[in-house]
């Protein structure tokens, strides 16, 4: 892969552009690297000590206050005492900058946090399930009482959140849209009845290998709030199952609620209501999946789609979206 135009490989192109980013945001560095092999995060020695994250994402959208948005939140959540990466400001205020991407019409966006040591873990046991509810919890709580600034998050209307229903356009039987389209259904009225108890503010992606976690922390660092939206308590709580019934540890998932009830109430749902958000779930990560995809990736969403039907249809019969199924079954 090389960077469009400059003939660069697409790892110098992007080394360059962080280089580019850092003085437009006020940054004196004395070392610059990406996290890992082909990363668009690079990690930022400053001079007189001290680290920083820095990011590289494309623009997807001009709206500028859903970036003041998430930076505000994130250091109102630092002040609860939610353990978050802070957001790095320049001496003249600057959150974040613009740079040319990689391809032709692309633009980058640059932003800054400072360091949080740990690891993503996929698998999470039930101490760290535990952990993972209690900081769900303590965001919540301090959302619940924050005043978001205006315009700067979606909302959470459909279970697919804006994507595409993609779906049954990409099956051929009837049997297979039928149980996509009541599986959406259902979803849609789960998702209505939790909304009737808390909307505010909440991570939106909340899966395990989306934070850091540092060995002799009992607590994890939330170092990512892209996914921010206003939507239901519960919709964290549903995304944060879905990948914890895929855990080794079959407490996991229990003890995620628990530490969510050791903070604050858990919301006031049914079973079917919380496995519809959990339906929800596995239809929003398909159609993003479809979305997305290219033709080279054909076989593995193909895969991806008859896992999903399965899935589906034990829900539709009995009631629980078990994430571990595959097309065997």
Known sequence: MTADGAGL??????????????????????????VAPGATTFAVDLVGGGRLALRL?????????????????AQALAMAGVDVATPWTGPAGEEQVLLPGLAPDEQLRASATWWCEGEGVTDLDADRARALGATAARMHEQASGWAAP??????????????PELLTGALGH???????????????????????????????DLRPDA??????????????????VLAPAAHDLAVATFALRRSPDDDA????????????????????????????????????????????????VEAYLAATLVRLRTFLDDGVLDPRLTAQG
Do not use: M
Not at 22 to 30: C, D, M
Not at 58 to 73: K, L, N, Q
Not at 150 to 163: K, N, Q, R, T, V
């Open 211 to 228: 934070l850091l976690w540092q060995s002799g922390r009992d607590r994890p660092w939330v170092v990512d709030l892209d996914d921010a």
């Open 57 to 73: 994402r494309p623009v997807v959208d001009a709206d500028e206050g859903r970036v003041h948005g998430r930076a505000a939140w």
């Open 9 to 34: 490989p697409a790892d110098v192109a992007l080394r360059e552009a962080a280089g580019r980013a850092l003085p437009l945001l006020g940054i004196e560095a004395e070392r610059l690297g990406p």
């Open 174 to 204: 009837p049997s297979d849209v039928a149980v996509v389209e009541t599986s959406l259904e259902l979803a849609q009225t789960a998702l209505s009845r939790a909304r009737e108890h808390e909307v505010h503010v909440v991570h939106g």
């Open 150 to 163: 205006e315009g700067a998050f979606a909302e959470l209307l459909d279970p697919l959140a804006g994507y």
């Open 253 to 300: 998932p229990t003890a995620l609620l628990a530490g969510y009830a050791s903070v604050r109430p858990l919301p006031p749902l049914d079973d079917a209501t919380f496995e519809g958000l959990l339906a929800g779930r596995q239809l929003h990560l398909t159609s993003s999946l479809l979305a997305s995809s290219t033709s080279a990736l054909r076989p593995e």
